[in-house]
């Protein structure tokens, strides 16, 4: 029998909807093989390819896990210690939405995800929606300088229809996933994007948001010129449980460059003497949002 190829993009109670070239999508179960033996992490996830076979009562087994090339992975605690729950595999690019204002835009929130995908490996990109509701001032003040620190900006609005057309372009052929907190206009942005495709997104998380705390859905919808965008429920927050205080330096470029040039190997960059960091920072070289950020991610208190 002739296994086919095809992608994960869609996982409920043990049910996997797979996306084949030969035979469109095919809901399939897991062979009783594979889950054998002991895990630290997730078996099969959204994005992973996997061979499937088609059995003689209609029904679909999955036989064959790929290999994967990357995921955006959750840490989480268990009895055998961190578990890796994998939220998205062989993803292509994290995307990271936030508004300019209507919510004014948590930047201790945005810097926390850079961090995360930075750890992950990951490529980034930022979308800073809504512009049409701040001065183009206030608008590079918030995100001007990302660039600089290796991480691209979308600036972008539904209402003025600025930014949808290179935005499409940037998805198109990639695994992609958009995070985001509540209200920053990511459905609006998709249904710009590809019509009806925010409603979609929306009824899912909705659906999630209704369902049992057990309930979990992950999904990720086709696009029409290739590739594609990943839902992913839950993901408000995301606890860093393998960053340790004394490397998040390290997540932060600008800071990373200065390391060195401090006068203790053990800085903070708090108040120690000597402190290259702290000597960038009153030269204004280092935006002070960026810093707070990274104080108040180091002492535990990002809100």
Request: charged letters at 30%; hydrophobic letters at 35%; a neutral charge.
């Amino acid at each position: 029998m002739e296994n086919i190829r095809g992608i994960v993009v869609k996982s409920q109670s043990g049910f996997f909807d797979i996306d084949t070239k030969t035979h469109g999508e095919i809901t399939a179960r897991l062979r009783g093989r594979l889950k054998q033996g002991a895990r630290t992490g997730d078996l099969i996830a959204v994005g992973d390819w996997v061979e499937v076979s088609l059995q003689e009562d209609g029904t679909a087994m999955i036989e064959e896990i790929e290999e994967r090339k990357s995921a955006f992975v959750r840490m989480a605690p268990s009895s055998r210690g961190l578990y890796e729950q994998v939220i998205i595999a062989n993803l292509d690019e994290v995307l990271l939405v936030f508004a300019c204002d209507d919510p004014p835009p948590n930047m201790r929130m945005l810097d926390r995800f850079l961090i995360i995908a930075e750890r992950q490996e990951i490529p980034i990109q930022i979308i800073a929606n809504k512009i049409d509701l701040v001065s183009r001032r206030q608008m590079r003040y918030l995100f001007g300088h990302y660039p600089e620190l290796g991480y691209p900006v979308f600036y972008t609005s539904v209402k003025k229809k600025r930014g949808i057309r290179k935005l499409r372009r940037q998805l198109k052929g990639k695994i992609s996933v958009l995070i985001g907190p509540s209200g920053v206009g990511k459905s609006s942005l998709l249904n710009a994007i590809q019509p009806d495709l925010g409603l979609r997104v929306s009824a899912v998380s909705q659906a999630t948001r209704k369902g049992r705390h057990t309930t979990v859905v992950r999904q990720m919808f086709k696009l029409d010129k290739g590739g594609y965008v990943a839902d992913t429920p839950g993901l408000k927050a995301l606890p860093m449980w393998d960053v340790e205080p004394e490397e998040l330096d390290g997540y932060f470029p600008e800071l990373a460059e200065l390391v060195p040039e401090c006068q203790y190997s053990n800085c903070t960059h708090v108040e120690e003497p000597g402190c290259a960091v702290l000597a960038a920072l009153e030269a204004g070289k280092i935006h002070p949002e960026r810093y707070e950020s990274y104080v108040r991610i180091r002492y535990g208190d990002e809100d």
